[in-house]
Structures are given as structure tokens and as C-alpha cells.
């Protein structure tokens, strides 16, 4: 019969029809023991979610699987920028995602091998990479016959091109930057490596490395070999492998029948594994460490060597507390993401500028630093910054900035692209260090 004005409809053999049962107290005990067992298991749960893009502000694109991976694109739309030569290489080509909406990406300079253009072996690979999250750049060399170490040296230009002068270097997050390079490139892939540690990332396809060996690399490095590859051999590239030190990540992998011209065309094998290397050491993004760290998918690989779990240096192991980082200012600096200690040094004197010192990365007789330069009340057009360097400490390497040492004594000036500020912004730049780091006393003055 309707009660209130509501009709109740109850299923056969339901309580309506039914006499009341009143339930035992040990049943509402059990029940209640029961609910607080299920609370803690979703408590449980929610503590060991995987990463989210919460946990880490780099992550870009949806979960992967085995099928994405594979795939010959990702889930990003691209363009690219012919770029001219200049800048310190022979010009070449960029590829970037045209998404604006999920901040920057991260970066990835590729050079051919000996004698060879972009656009004959490379090309085939911008719009690949660049639809799974990063920015690429394909270099063309000055000169064809270049050696690895000139090869280098114009991988790390055209980094430094791509994320200071470039029509999308905002677009660009500069402290996650990576390089690659087939045979003779590959070789400049190495040396780039070497030179610039603060790099997140280096890949050998079929490497030609003769001016230096990988004992002293710092930056996850990938090599590739060919089976059937008799200019570099498998043999060469293992035993260039096995020089990397244990505490730098690694991988070799050798490909089943492949000769030394693997990566001048399509090859979706090389890409099944390069692409979760780079997303897990410039992304951070260990959702795809699951492709690696076992190699799910062997086909076509003979060999495969590791230091899984391949855990990128400064990789969070529970939710960070951090926010993502801001959008790059007039000139982002390449600065590696672990762990940085920030130190706010005193305004200088005249009020113009103030600079701050951080701590990005050291290692036994080196360190990576950045100082950031912020304008104070007026717009700056110039700044100089100096410091004392402390016992035993020298420098080697300065990007966004022009160096001068005497004695102890550094100044830093700004370059053409980093010396116009406008009250409250900022720029930054970097150096290599030798000896112990410490918190230098920063002297900013404009110009």
C-alpha cells in the first residue's frame, strides 16, 4: 500500500514479506571489522598509485602500452622550422608539437653520420619523436667529413640554438635536453655527452667513437648495434659500452641481421626502444620503464644489457611536494633536475639586479650550478655578475653568459639575448665547476 504518497515496489521474497529479524550484535561487530578492513585496503591502494602527472610535471601524453610504443606516431600533432645555417652548425630542421596547452617539451638534437645530410638519413624520424612530446632538432654539419668531435660541438650548438635563439624556444624546457647520433654522429653524440653532463640523455646508433672512449660519462647513455654491421662492429660498441662507468645508467642492444645503415631509414625497432629511453631519463616519466626494465618485446633484439630499473637520477619515489616548474623566462638555462639547493644571495647595492645561486649537480672533483639574475624595481639593459671562487674550484664551461676569470676572480656578463630584463623577470645561466661546490657571495650590478 502506498505510504506518503510513494510506492514501494519489492522484489520476491524480499522483507516485506518477511518477519523482521533484528541482526546479532557479533554480526554487527563483523560488520564493522569488515569496513574498517576495506577502508584500509583503499588506503592502501591509494598510497601506491602509480605516477601520475600530478607526481611529475614533465609527463606528457596518456598511459602507454605495447601497441603506442610500436606505433609509428604518438598522440601529438607536429609542424616543423627549417633553420638556416649558422649558430655554430650547418642548419637543419625542427619538429616540435603543436599543442600549447601542457607547457614545455623536452628537447632532442640528432646528427647524421659521416658524410651524410638530415634530410637523406634522419628526416624520417623528426615528425616520429616529436609526435610522442619532445622537440626536435636534425642537424646538418658544417662540413660533411666532420669528426665526432666536431659533430659534438654542433649538437650542443644547435641545443643552444633550439633553446635561447630558436622561433620556439619557449616551447623548449632546456634543462632536459638530449642527443643522438648514427656512426660518426653517434660518436658526436658521445662527446656531446661528455662535455655537457647536465645532458639527460645520449644514444649511440651504430656509434663511431675514436676520440674518446665512455669512462667518464655521467649521462644515461643507449648504444645500438648492428648484428651484421662491419664498420662499427658489435664488438667495437660492446667494448665502448662496457667502458661506461656502473653508477651512470645504460643500455646496449644489439639488432638481429642489421648492418651499419639501421637507422638511415624507417625502423620502427629502433624507435620501440629509443622512445621509452628518452621518455624515461628527459621525461622522468617511468611509466615506461616497463618496456626496458625486463624487455618486454625481444623481437628482432639479439642482445640486451642494462642497469635496470634504469631510474632517472632525481626521479621522485613518492609524490612530490613540488609545483611544475614556471614558464621558461628570457633565456632558460640547462640545468639538470636533481635535487637543486637554492641560496638567495643580497641585492646588490644600487638596487638593480640581485643574483641567486643554486647547486645543481655535483660529482667527485666537479659541479653544475645556476645563478639566476632577477631585475629589481627598473627595467635593466645589461647585467654583470662576479664572485670569489673558493679553494681549489675552477671553471670550464659557461652557457647563457660571457665568462672572464682573473685569478680567483669571476664576472659573468650577460649575452645579446639575456640583457634586457624588465622589473621583477628574471634569466639565468650556468657553468661547469671544478673542485668542491659552495655558496659563493653573488655581486649583481647593471650594466
Known amino acids: 500500500m502506498p505510504q506518503n504518497g510513494i510506492e514501494h515496489h519489492e522484489p520476491s521474497g524480499s522483507r516485506a514479506n518477511r518477519p523482521a529479524v533484528r541482526p ?32 611529475n610535471p614533465y609527463q606528457r601524453g596518456p598511459d602507454p ?40 617539451f623536452g628537447a632532442v638534437a640528432i646528427v647524421p653520420g659521416y658524410t651524410a645530410t638530415w634530410a637523406a638519413e634522419g628526416a624520417w624520424m623528426g615528425h616520429w619523436l616529436a609526435s610522442f612530446g619532445f622537440v626536435v632538432i636534425g642537424v646538418d654539419t658544417i662540413n660533411r667529413n666532420d669528426w665526432d668531435t666536431a659533430r659534438g660541438t654542433q649538437l650542443l650548438a644547435a641545443l643552444d640554438y633550439l633553446t635561447q ?59 645500438i648495434a648492428g648484428q651484421n654491421d662491419g664498420t662499427t662492429t658489435p664488438a667495437s660498441i660492446s ?43 628527459v621525461d622522468n616519466d617511468t611509466r615506461y620503464s ?14 640486451y644489457r642494462s642497469t635496470c630499473p634504469l631510474t632517472p637520477p632525481g626521479a621522485p619515489t613518492s609524490p612530490p611536494t613540488t609545483t611544475a616548474p614556471p614558464t621558461p623566462t628570457t633565456s632558460p638555462s640547462v640545468t639538470p633536475s636533481t635535487s637543486p639547493s637554492a641560496t638567495p644571495t643580497t641585492p646588490a647595492p644600487d638596487g638593480a639586479c640581485r643574483a641567486t645561486y643554486r ?45 672572464t676569470t682573473s685569478g680567483s676572480a669571476v664576472t659573468v656578463r650577460n649575452v645579446s639575448y639575456n640583457g634586457s630584463l624588465q622589473p621583477g623577470t628574471s634569466t639565468t645561466f650556468g657553468f661547469i665547476g671544478g673542485g668542491t661546490p659552495s655558496t659563493p657571495v653573488l655581486a649583481c650590478v647593471s650594466p
Not at 86 to 95: Q, T
Not at 197 to 213: I, T
Not at 244 to 259: C, K, M, Q, R, V
Open 24 to 55: 546479532s550484535r557479533r554480526l554487527v561487530r563483523r560488520a564493522g571489522v569488515l569496513a574498517t578492513v576495506a577502508l584500509c585496503a583503499l588506503s592502501i591502494v591509494a598510497v601506491i598509485r602509480p605516477a601520475s602527472a600530478a607526481d
Open 65 to 104: 602500452t605495447a601497441e603506442s610504443v610500436r606505433a609509428s606516431r604518438g598522440t601529438f600533432a607536429t609542424t616543423q622550422v627549417t633553420v638556416p645555417a649558422g649558430n655554430g652548425f650547418g642548419g637543419g630542421v625542427i619538429y616540435h608539437p603543436t599543442d600549447t596547452s601542457q607547457g614545455t
Open 165 to 223: 635563439q630558436s622561433p620556439v624556444r619557449n616551447r623548449v624546457d632546456a634543462s632536459r635536453a638530449a642527443v643522438m647520433g648514427h656512426s660518426m654522429g653517434g660518436g658526436g653524440a658521445m662527446s656531446a655527452a661528455l662535455r655537457r653532463p647536465s645532458l639527460k640523455a645520449a644514444v649511440g646508433l651504430a656509434p663511431f667513437s675514436p676520440s674518446q672512449n665512455l669512462t667518464n660519462t655521467r649521462v644515461p647513455t643507449m648504444l
Open 239 to 281: 667494448t665502448l659500452y662496457n667502458g661506461i662507468p656502473a653508477s651512470t645508467e645504460s643500455a646496449y642492444l644489439e639488432f638481429a641481421g642489421a648492418g651499419h645503415g639501421f637507422p638511415t631509414s624507417n625502423n620502427p625497432l629502433m624507435m620501440r626502444v629509443v622512445i621509452p629511453w628518452l621518455k624515461i631519463f
Open 290 to 303: 616497463q618496456f626496458l626494465c625486463p624487455l618486454t618485446d625481444r623481437t628482432g633484439i639479439t642482445q
Open 359 to 403: 647547486t645543481t649537480n655535483s660529482w667527485p672533483g666537479g659541479y653544475q650550478a645556476e645563478v639566476t639574475v632577477t631585475a629589481g624595481n627598473s627595467p635593466i639593459n645589461g647585467w654583470t655578475v662576479r664572485w670569489t671562487l673558493g679553494s681549489g674550484q675552477s671553471i670550464s664551461q659557461v652557457w647563457n653568459g660571457t665568462l
